[in-house]
């Protein structure tokens, strides 16, 4: 049996090296993880009201499978990174959607999103607001609709930071 101490290693020592490839502070990439999956790698979770499809037909002939379960994968967040699939396929991945429960796809898609919303935004509050939401979106007082989910991946964040 492989113990969860030396998983979680791999993890971050994967983590590191996707991060530096994309010239990310891994410690945020951490901090996303550890919100989203809790580095679990095969957390899933369905989200219905998901309606932004990227050309679903095309993607379950590729893959042989059908339409609607590419529909029902596109509204599927995946692994480590929680990544949508319909992201995944925004991102270029061409592969059955269940792979986005590897490691190493999950965080170099999880990095490449980032990365995007780096150049687009700047500052990482906007960045960890749309990666969670989808995209950036304030509430009437001026606050974003995802405040909290913003302020717990920063607090990992500083938890991160400050470890030796």
């Keep these: 049996m492989i113990s969860k101490i030396a998983f979680a290693s791999d993890i971050h020592k994967l ?24 580095y679990d790698t095969f957390t899933t979770r369905f989200e219905p009201k998901w309606l932004h499809f990227l050309t679903p037909q095309y993607f379950a002939k590729l893959n042989k499978i059908t339409v609607e379960t590419e529909i029902i994968h596109q509204q599927t967040s995946w692994g480590l ?24 796809i999950n965080l170099d898609l999880t990095c490449k999103k980032v990365f995007k919303l ?27 609709i995802n405040q909290d989910y913003v302020n717990k991946v920063l607090a990992k964040y500083g938890e991160l930071k400050n470890k030796v």
């Design 15 to 38: 983590i590191e090296n996707i991060s530096l490839r994309y010239n990310i502070d891994s410690k945020i990439i951490s901090a996303i993880v550890a919100t989203e999956s809790n």
């Design 81 to 104: 990174g929680q990544i949508m699939g319909a992201v995944a396929r925004e991102l270029d991945f061409d592969k059955p959607l269940t792979m986005l429960c590897l490691p190493e």
């Design 118 to 144: 780096l150049e687009k935004y700047k500052y990482i509050d906007a960045v960890l607001a749309s990666y969670n939401a989808g995209s950036l979106v304030y509430r009437k007082d001026g606050k974003l």
